[in-house]
């Protein structure tokens, strides 16, 4: 076969284990997953109530226009619905902008230690990457800039950033996206901005009148607890979403997710909700990190970065083992760490339990081979 060189060195996504692999392997009969930043509590009681409610039309396409989630939520976010295109996550998306912009010949800049799936789209286009290490976990913007030259075709950019849940203040935001150059698009990838309670953290869409060369990323797979559904959405100028229209797959938001994704809109109430809970829960995470003099980045996301200066992989395969699913931060670009999604007050103490359990194991065998 004629593969594309560039894909034999790709491996595919490798998703967090899965909780019925976890228990089958260990004998557990309880499973916590705190990997996937999923949203601990579910979805509104409206999602279930309309999804109870929708007609079964398995026979059917979906809406391809996405019509009635097209106008609820152009009128949520004050857009014109010709601003928004969906995809079967944001992630559908990130791939759209790659397909449509990405190529031999050009490259594309982001920072180093962040979503894997902005590079992996590069590579498969054959791109070059130009990759920006963060500065204390933050966007490093002044040199992501000087990366940019007449090849580039886009910049990506995570705020909050996955995984250290740093945002960009709104002021050094607006400085940057008035020196990129007006042919290149920047791509504002905002997954966890419904969990964001920074004053200075801006509303990126007001930006979309003065930077044509501006793309915002959201999904519901977050804060709206329908990850399962796959349902992201873009929010730009009407004339770069109808250049990412032609290849965007036909059909490719299944109906439930736009019913479910309607009803999710209109229980804003649930989204408070859901912040504040997460909010008590990275106190709580602060603290423990506090007290047992472990380092972290103060996130804006649901999840949280802890550095236990150790192998991470270890970390992680010990609270495995003890029914609790977190991400090994090698893979992530810090080695040393691990990334826990903030779950409800139970499953956030539990886990804690279990990390101050781990410190206490490997304190010890320090001891023991010091003593040797």
């Not at 990190?289 to 970390?315: A, R, W």
Request: hydrophobic share 35%; glycine share 6%; with cysteine.
């Amino acid at each position: 076969m004629k593969w594309k060189e560039q894909l034999l060195q790709l491996t595919p996504y490798q998703p967090g284990k899965s909780i019925d692999e976890v228990k089958k392997k260990y004998g557990l009969d309880k499973i916590i997953k705190l990997a996937s930043n999923e949203n601990p509590f579910g979805c509104s009681e409206k999602v279930i109530e309309a999804l109870n409610n929708s007609p079964l039309t398995f026979p059917l396409y979906p809406d391809g226009y996405a019509t009635e989630l097209r106008t609820s939520l152009a009128s949520h976010l004050k857009v014109s619905e010709d601003q928004l295109i969906f995809g079967n996550g944001s992630d559908e998306i990130i791939q759209m902008i790659s397909r449509s912009l990405l190529g031999k010949g050009t490259n594309t800049v982001m920072a180093e230690q962040t979503f894997p799936q902005y590079k992996h789209n590069a590579i498969v286009e054959g791109a070059e990457i130009r990759e920006v290490p963060l500065v204390n976990g933050e966007h490093d913007l002044d040199n992501m800039l000087a990366a940019i030259d007449e090849d580039t075709s886009v910049v990506w950019i995570c705020n909050p950033n996955n995984p250290t849940g740093h945002y960009i203040p709104e002021h050094h935001l607006l400085s940057f996206l008035e020196k990129v150059p007006k042919d290149v698009l920047v791509v504002l990838d905002e997954a966890y901005c419904e969990y964001v309670d920074a004053s200075d953290y801006g509303e990126s869409i007001s930006l979309l009148q003065h930077f044509p060369n501006l793309i915002i990323l959201r999904t519901f797979s977050k804060i709206y607890g329908l990850a399962s559904l796959r349902i992201g959405y873009g929010i730009s100028k009407p004339t770069t979403i109808s250049a990412l229209e032609p290849v965007r797959e036909p059909f490719n938001v299944n109906r439930a997710a736009q019913a479910a994704a309607v009803a999710a809109i209109n229980d804003q109430s649930y989204v408070a909700q859901c912040k504040q809970k997460n909010r008590e829960g990275l106190e709580l995470f602060y603290y423990f990190c506090k007290e047992n003099k472990l380092e972290c980045y103060p996130s804006q996301g649901n999840f949280i970065l802890i550095d236990f200066k150790t192998d991470g992989h270890e970390v992680f395969q010990y609270l495995l083992e003890r029914g609790y699913i977190v991400r090994s931060g090698r893979a992530l670009g810090f080695p040393t760490s691990v990334r826990v999604t903030v779950g409800s007050k139970e499953q956030n103490e539990g886990v804690m339990k279990v990390m101050g359990d781990y410190l206490t194991y490997k304190a010890s065998c320090l001891e023991s081979a010091k003593v040797q």
